[in-house]
């Protein structure tokens, strides 16, 4: 089951929105999300009864624990958690899969670029070898004395964070725009 026009056109007017919000207030706030989760769901549900609910449903139980791994680690917001389980609602897993590959190339290149222009090569580092450590442990206190909520509330935030929600819509724009490359004949 592939989701059709109306899935996309609303997906992309959200993660547009989410993106503004989130480079300007580094938040993506509960208005969006959970409608957006809630009327993906109740699309595919009228649209393809029970089957759909439910491919619906498969497409937020990937984000929330693709994501939710990462959430509980510290490295990311629950707000982008959120948006990827609202996408999932609309766009179903094997396309909410793809969003997620995507915004991750695309934070991946963001957070090399922040480093390099910030010279935090050194402190990365450290960090990265902190993260492996808290993987190796896995213990029940994982991230928690440095999780995100705490690092927006800094003035240097833009040298630390990503905004994930523009990194979802630079991958989902992306992918859109080699499948219309690809299909172009």
């Given at each position: 089951m592939e989701p059709g026009p109306v899935p996309l056109l609303v997906v992309i007017?959200?993660?547009?929105?989410?993106?503004?919000?989130?480079?300007?207030?580094?938040?993506?706030?509960n208005v969006v999300t959970f409608p957006l989760l809630i009327t993906g769901v109740a699309y595919h549900g009228w649209t393809d009864g029970a089957s759909g609910v439910?491919?619906?449903?498969?497409?937020?139980?990937?984000?929330?624990?693709?994501?939710?791994?990462?959430?509980c680690m510290g490295g990311i917001g629950a707000g982008d958690v959120k948006l990827l389980a609202a996408i999932g609602a609309w766009l179903l897993l094997p396309l909410t899969f793809w969003v997620f590959i995507a915004s991750a190339l695309a934070s991946g290149v963001?957070?090399?670029?922040?480093?390099?222009?910030?010279r935090r090569l050194k402190e990365t580092w450290v960090n990265l070898k902190v993260i492996y450590h808290r993987v190796v442990a896995v213990g029940r206190h994982l991230g928690a004395e440095d999780h995100v909520e705490l690092a927006i509330t800094t003035d240097d935030r833009r040298t630390r964070l990503i905004p994930y929600a523009a990194m979802v819509?630079?991958?989902?724009?992306?992918?859109?725009?080699?499948?219309?490359y690809i299909g172009k004949p």
């Open positions: 007017l959200a993660v547009l929105i989410t993106a503004v919000i989130d480079l300007w207030k580094f938040k993506i706030p439910g491919q619906s449903l498969l497409g937020v139980l990937f984000a929330l624990v693709i994501l939710g791994a990462f959430c963001y957070a090399v670029i922040v480093i390099l222009t910030c819509a630079v991958g989902l724009l992306s992918l859109l725009g080699i499948a219309w």
